[in-house]
């Protein structure tokens, strides 16, 4: 027998952003009934972000243990996996088990079920044998899933996706890596570094293909100085399972076999079976289309990895806020995403806000650019091993702010905190150059590639550093923002 119920608001996957915005309804006074068909938090909490970022935190220790004893001719560090296995299955995902998040959703007032939500009216939503109707509207917060590559022969094997990958008890001997993106660098320099041999594949002509090419050059000298295989340009067009493990065949004739294979080449939305056609959306598109308040349709709502917008935990919360601001009848200031920040946290890190070079010039601006190497700076020198690194900053020479920056090295995420606020602010260089930075740090690198700290000063001339004077033009012709 159906049951019916009215709440004020549905919310359609309650990942990381569905259920920070439920809870904030919650807390308003709001009867929110949430729909999940996997676990409560999303992909974030349990097979990405987080438990990802304890990987790559123990892959850096063993990183850096080396490198003391490279420099001290100590025996080799001797890796073991166990431990991080453990820490990711009991802090990090409580092996898997959402019932914590669970309870506190239902101890803030709200309804949780597991399974999966069909839309069947401009405010009803149906899932198993109960219907709810939405007095204030509905949200869709569905995310994404893992884009598997229509190659011949790929259904017929046990390749790993991100799920599998980050649940991994114990490693194989040996990783094909379809996808150079973040997911398969990241994974790539920590299986690599707990003794597994990693050949990452990339039908594009290099690594992270989406970030600056300066960034994927520190990249690629990284994974050679890891032992990564890297072939780049090339496609795979049929996998195999031979002999207990997986072979490629690449487009060049090539091929690459491996105990186990990791496909990381994208994630995808999938709106089909929602029945949003009757909540007057088109679900034969990739993404939900939605304004600067996230409005999808009448009293309909979407955030997050359906909308295209940018597949970023940070960027979902960021919108599901101003979800939550408009459903209380407040006045939110719309989404803006040209100051988004990214970061991919190989090692080094590789972090970019804005818009890159390329991006720029399509845009029909007339970029100022300046690149500066991270060894070259006062905290990169003193750093010593390990600082691999660079600095990229594109500046709008008509109006002299930045509108990009690409920050590589030790800490290059938290580097781009001023870039992304100098980016979102529009900060004129001219300001920027005016700032005290703090001596000698990494941030301080900034100060030193916009010339805040004048010229011919550092431990290390930077023969290929470029644009400064560029830069300087800029700022003496008075362009102030």
């Known amino acids: 027998m159906t049951s019916h119920r009215d709440v004020d608001v549905i919310v359609i996957g309650v990942g990381t952003s569905g259920e920070d915005l439920s809870l904030r309804l919650l807390r308003a006074g709001l009867e929110v009934v949430g729909i999940e068909a996997s676990l409560v938090g999303g992909e974030c909490p349990y097979w990405a972000c987080i438990p990802s970022k304890i990987m790559v935190r123990s892959s850096n220790l063993l990183k850096e243990a080396r490198r003391v004893n490279g420099a001290s001719g100590r025996t080799e560090v001797t890796p073991d996996w166990a431990p ?21 959703f239902e101890d803030h007032g709200g309804t949780l079920i597991h399974g999966r939500a069909t839309v069947t009216g401009p405010d009803t939503v149906a899932v198993g044998d109960e219907t709810f109707t939405a007095r204030r509207g509905i949200v869709v917060a569905t995310g994404s899933k893992p884009s598997i590559p229509p190659i011949p022969g790929l259904a017929d094997v046990a390749y790993w996706t991100t799920h599998e990958a980050i649940a991994s008890q114990e490693l194989p001997g040996s990783l094909a890596i379809l996808g150079g993106g973040s997911v398969g660098c990241e994974l790539g320099q920590v299986f690599s570094r707990f003794g597994v041999k990693v050949t990452i594949i990339e039908g594009r002509d290099r690594l992270l293909p989406l970030e600056e090419p300066e960034a994927s050059a520190v ?173 990229k900053l594109i500046a709008d020479r008509a109006t002299g702010s930045l509108v990009g920056a690409t920050s590589v090295g030790p800490n290059g995420g938290e580097m781009l905190g001023m870039l992304t606020l100098a980016v979102h602010a529009a900060v004129p260089l001219a300001e920027l150059r005016t700032m005290i930075y703090a001596f000698p740090t990494f941030h301080g690198a900034i100060g030193e590639a916009i010339g805040a700290y004048g010229r011919g000063l550092g431990p290390v001339l930077d023969p290929d550093y470029h644009g400064i004077d560029a830069f300087d033009e800029m700022v003496a012709a008075g362009r102030t923002g």
Do not use: C
């Not at 991080?84 to 802090?91: C, L, Y």
């Not at 049929?238 to 994208?266: K, N, Q, W, Y």
């Not at 009448?298 to 101003?322: C, N, P, S, Y």
């Open 219 to 391: 990249v690629a000298a990284a994974f050679q100085d890891d032992g990564i295989e890297v072939l780049t340009g090339v496609m795979a067009e049929r996998v195999d399972e031979r002999d207990g493990s997986m072979v490629v065949r690449l487009g060049d004739g090539g091929e690459v076999t491996a105990e186990r294979l990791l496909i990381a080449t994208g994630r995808k939305v999938e709106l089909s079976g929602l029945g949003l056609a009757a909540a007057g959306i088109d679900d034969s598109t990739a993404f939900i289309e939605v304004d600067d308040r996230m409005r999808a349709a009448e009293r309909v709502w979407a955030i997050g990895d359906v909308t295209g917008k940018a597949m970023f935990t940070h960027v979902a919360l960021h919108q599901g806020a101003i979800v939550a601001a408009d459903l209380l009848g407040e006045d939110p200031a719309p989404a803006r995403y040209d100051a988004v920040p990214r970061v991919t946290f190989t090692d080094p890190e590789v972090a970019a806000v804005g818009k890159s070079e390329a991006e720029a010039r399509a845009a029909g601006l007339d970029p100022v650019v300046a690149v500066k190497q991270l060894p070259a700076t006062f905290r990169g020198w003193l750093h010593g091993t390990g600082n691999d690194g660079v600095i």
């Open 84 to 104: 991080v296995a453990e820490r990711v299955t009991t802090e990090a995902t409580g092996g898997w088990d959402d019932s914590i998040a669970v309870e506190r």
